[in-house]
Every structure is written in structure tokens, then in C-alpha cells.
């Protein structure tokens, strides 16, 4: 996940405009559902699967801007700038924590459609939330930044530019609400890609003019303004004067539940920048940030499934034969594209480092595998957790979050107290990793009988040893420039497609008629 994107996850659920709001309206018009005309099982899983293609789609356009503009950045840019970033960021999301209840979530979640007055509602509440932050953040960067000494002075005037780009990003949650509740993800995607294209491009520029970090915090109050423009002009939505205090109550119970899993899951991430950026220094947090993002590469594919799936699990919530083969389905192809990636690393680590990146991130080649063996697990519990707040039960996650946040944290400090280095920090930040992802599928197999999760991986185990394996000692070698990585990774990807269907030719069956196949009515 880029800088930008994980900056928008922090404060929204999702960004999704699409086809014109209902006018504003008032008395009894203003109670109309907002909702499109219910749709029975087939249908739901028939835009679900549009919307895993169009994202997917639209996936492949943006990792194609996203990669040219990493691959130049981390090489003009380096690890400590990046590192300040990524510091200054998390700063900042501390604070956003406050500006959102989880009132978006909410929305989408409850089985009656929001009618124009709860969305009014939820607009005036947010807007009032994200001026509060801005505020806070204004007053209080001074003794924010002051926790890590190694940071440079501008860095309060970094964190305070940040936060207009939380506000900006905040003011277009209302289009992803009418949005995601019907699955509709067209103009989605074209959204996607023109963030991805004002983030990257405003950055590689900047950089290229040698703004260094600076460059960064401009192209996220750039895309936080085009992002708001191009929302409203493809959905657009006019608030009326109405705030329903008694309306938004049933709303916060969901939400704030929600919103408390995030900031479990905020305090969980918190080791990263506070410990490591504290007794790692600028420098190597810069390396372990980037192999860790660099490693769940493709958390990318799972991302685009939550975000279908949280909509479309909600409306299958008193379903539960169409939600277990549905959650299945996921896990499915979530496992195929995470073992695929980590066969990669494994076995291209070295020349993928070197040639997209530059030698001076071969450093992160340790870091780099420890998360990409790790993810093999980690990938799991992001869809799970969605499914479990679409059926109205975030408070199981959250519990689960509270115990793997404490074993972080212990972890993390017991691996540094016994090897003050990069690679026992991330070992030791794997550890909650493997067990959180091990309670969650437990809990699940214990709701959710019918799914078989651990048939769907095992294939996706076998291939992805192979590869790895095969990638090092005979493909390796002759990894020289960016078309022989091209070559390799296209042999590759075809030595693991072909070992998955030899070995499970009806799952890789299945995975390929989830996406094409038209669904029955059940």
C-alpha cells in the first residue's frame, strides 16, 4: 500500500463516488430510502464479482503509476526521507483516530437503507470532527514531534500541512457511503487511478525539482483536493440543514464499536514508529517500513476483496450458505496471489531489490523475507474481521485485537532487548501476526463450519515452496537488468499457476469460475 493510500485508510473506510445523489428534500421525502431496489442472492454476487473485476482492473492500471513512482522516489528520496514520512504520518493518525466513529461503516453496515436526513447528519459530524483534528494537530505538533529526536525541525510544519489532507479526505466520505452500500465500483476505479495519478505525479516531480520529503506532504494535500472535486462531480450529494441527534445514536453503537477495533489496531501498529523509530533511528525504520510494505505487496488483492466483500457480506448476513462459499471464494483467491508473491521474493529478493530499487536497499533483504514468509499467515484475518462486522459482531475482533496488541508490544520489546537490531524488531513483530491470524481462522471455523479454509491454502503452500525455490537457484542467476526481471517474473508466475492446477485442478477451477462464471440464484 502507498503513503497516500494507507493516509486515506486511516481516516476513511472508502473512497467511491458514482451516479448522481437524490436532490435534498424534506418531511416525508427526506425518509426515502437511498438504497438501490433490493436485489436477491445471484444479483449480489453478480456485482460483487463486477466489482472484483473492475477493481482488479483498476488495480493492475494504478500498481503500474504506483510502481514507476515508488521505484523513482525510493531511489531520489532514499530511506531517510522516508523514514520522516512515515513518522510524521503516524503522528498524524494518532490524531485522525478522533475525527472518524466509524459513522461511514455504520451506514453501510445497518440493514435499512440511510435516508437523506442521516446522511446530513453524518456529513455535519464529520466535518465538525475533522476541524476539531485539524485544530488539535495545529496546537499540538510541537510536542508531538519532539518524541523523536532524530526528526528534523520541519517536520511540525509537515505534520500540520498532513492534516489538511485528512480534512479534505474526510469532506468526501458521503459518496462512499451511497456507494459501497450497492457495490457499485465503476467510478470507483476511475477515481482510484486519478488519485494514484496526482499523488505520484505531484511527487516525482517535486522530487525531481528537489523538494526531498516535502514532496511527499504536497502530493497528499494535491490528491486530497482533486480527489474531493472528482467525487462530488461523479456523486454529487447537497447536505440539508439537519442534525438528528436521536437518529445517529443507533448508528454510533455499530460505529464506535468499529472505530474502537481501529484503534486497537492503531496501538497495534503504534510499536513500529514508537519503538522503532525511537531505537532504530530514522535510517533503518526507513528500511524496515519499506520491506514491510514492499513484502504485503499483495495485501493489494485482499484489500480489493474486503472492500467488496464488506458491502456484500451485510446484505448476505442472514444468508449464511451464500456467505460461508463466498468467504470461501475469497480466502481462495487472496491465497493465490499472496503465495504467488511471497515465491517471488523469496526467489527474486536480491534482483528485484537491486534492479527496481537500487543497491542501497539491499540492506532491507532481511526484513524483506521475514515479512514475506509472515504474510503467508497475515493475509487471512483482514477478511475474516470484515466478515465479522458485516454480520454485526466487530466487538469479537476487537477483543481479539486487544490480546495480539499486548503480545506485540511484548514481543517487539523482549526481540529488541535481545538483539537491539533490524531484523529481531521484525521478527519480533511477526509474532502477534501468526497468532492473531491463528485465533481469528479459529473462531471463524467455529461460526462459519462450511468454509474450508485450510483445503484452499495448502495447494497454495506446495506451489509457492517450489517456485521460491526453483526462482533462487536456477532463475536468479541470470537476473540482470529490468527484462530479464520482466522474463522471470512472467516464468514465474506461469511455473506457479501450472503446479497449482496440477496439483488442485478443481480449486484453480474454481478460482478462475468465481471471477468469470454468472452465479445461480440460490
Known amino acids: 500500500m502507498s503513503e497516500a ?12 463516488p458514482e451516479a448522481p445523489a437524490p436532490a435534498p428534500c424534506s418531511g416525508e421525502d427526506a ?6 431496489p433490493t436485489v436477491d442472492a445471484a444479483q449480489l454476487r453478480r456485482r460483487a464479482r463486477m466489482g472484483v473485476v473492475l477493481l482488479t482492473l483498476r488495480t493492475i492500471a494504478q500498481q503500474f503509476i504506483v510502481l514507476g513512482g515508488m521505484v523513482y522516489l525510493a531511489r531520489l528520496l532514499g530511506p531517510t526521507d522516508y523514514g520522516t514520512f512515515w513518522l510524521v504520518q503516524f503522528a498524524l493518525s494518532f490524531f485522525t483516530l478522533f475525527g472518524d466513529a466509524g459513522l461511514g461503516a455504520a451506514l453501510v453496515q445497518q440493514r435499512s437503507a440511510p435516508t437523506h436526513d442521516e446522511l446530513s447528519t453524518i456529513f455535519w459530524a464529520q466535518l465538525a470532527m475533522g476541524c476539531a483534528v485539524v485544530a488539535l494537530v495545529f496546537a499540538a505538533a510541537p510536542f508531538v514531534v519532539r518524541f523523536w529526536p532524530d526528526l528534523p525541525p520541519s517536520s511540525e510544519n509537515l505534520m500540520r500541512a498532513l492534516s489538511g489532507g485528512f480534512l479534505l479526505v474526510s469532506l468526501r466520505g458521503l459518496p462512499a457511503i451511497l456507494m459501497e452500500r450497492n457495490l457499485e465500483f465503476g467510478r470507483l476505479a476511475v477515481l482510484d487511478v486519478v488519485l494514484s ?5 505531484s511527487a516525482v516531480v517535486l522530487a525531481a525539482l528537489g523538494w526531498g520529503v516535502k514532496s511527499l506532504i504536497a502530493a497528499v494535500l494535491l490528491q486530497g483536493l482533486v480527489g474531493l472535486v ?8 447537497a447536505p440539508g440543514l439537519v442534525f438528528d441527534r436521536r437518529g445517529i445514536i443507533p ?3 455499530f460505529g464506535v464499536a468499529f472505530q474502537t477495533k481501529a484503534a486497537v489496531g492503531f496501538v497495534n501498529g503504534a510499536v513500529t514508529p514508537i519503538l522503532g523509530g525511537r531505537m532504530l533511528g530514522r535510517e533503518q525504520f526507513g528500511i524496515v517500513s519499506w520491506s514491510q510494505n514492499t513484502a504485503w505487496f499483495s495485501l493489494k488483492v485482499v484489500d480489493i ?18 456467505f460461508a462459499r463466498t468467504l470461501e471464494a475469497s480466502v481462495r483467491l487472496c491465497a493465490v496471489a499472496t503465495f504467488f508473491m511471497v515465491a517471488l521474493f523469496l526467489g527474486l529478493g536480491p534482483g528485484i531489490v537491486e534492479v527496481l530499487y537500487g543497491a542501497k536497499w539491499l540492506p532491507a533483504l532481511p526484513t524483506l523475507y521475514v515479512f514475506a514468509v509472515v504474510i503467508t499467515i497475515g493475509f487471512v484475518s483482514p477478511i475474516l474481521a470484515g466478515a465479522l462486522d458485516a454480520i454485526g459482531k466487530p466487538q469479537i475482533v476487537m477483543r481479539l485485537s486487544f490480546a495480539w496488541t499486548l503480545l506485540n508490544w511484548v514481543a517487539v520489546r523482549v526481540a529488541m532487548w535481545i538483539s537491539p537490531t533490524m531484523l529481531a524488531f521484525a521478527l519480533g513483530l511477526c509474532v502477534h501476526v501468526v497468532f492473531g491470524n491463528l485465533a481469528v481462522v479459529y473462531v471463524m471455523k467455529r461460526m462459519f463450519p462450511e468454509a474450508r479454509f485450510l483445503a484452499v491454502v495448502r495447494t497454495c503452500v506446495a506451489a509457492c515452496a517450489v517456485v521460491s525455490v526453483g526462482a533462487r537457484w536456477l532463475v536468479l542467476p541470470w537476473l ?11 516464468l514465474c508466475a506461469a511455473a506457479f499457476a501450472g503446479l497449482y492446477a496440477a496439483m488442485d485442478f478443481r480449486g484453480a477451477k ?4 468465481n471471477v468469470r462464471r454468472k452465479p445461480t440464484a440460490t
Open 230 to 237: 472528482v467525487a462530488y462531480s461523479m456523486r454529487p450529494f
Open 31 to 36: 425518509r426515502k430510502n437511498t438504497d438501490a
Open 5 to 16: 493510500e494507507e493516509h486515506e485508510v486511516a481516516v476513511a473506510n472508502v473512497v467511491a
Open 305 to 322: 476483496l474486503s472492500r467488496v466483500n464488506f458491502p456484500l457480506f451485510s446484505r448476505l448476513q442472514d444468508r449464511p450458505v451464500e
Open 480 to 490: 540482470k537488468g529490468p527484462m530479464t526481471l520482466v522474463g522471470a517474473t512472467l
Open 197 to 201: 495519478i496526482t499523488f505520484y505525479g
Open 510 to 513: 474454481a478460482a478462475f469460475d
Open 251 to 253: 448508528v454510533l453503537r
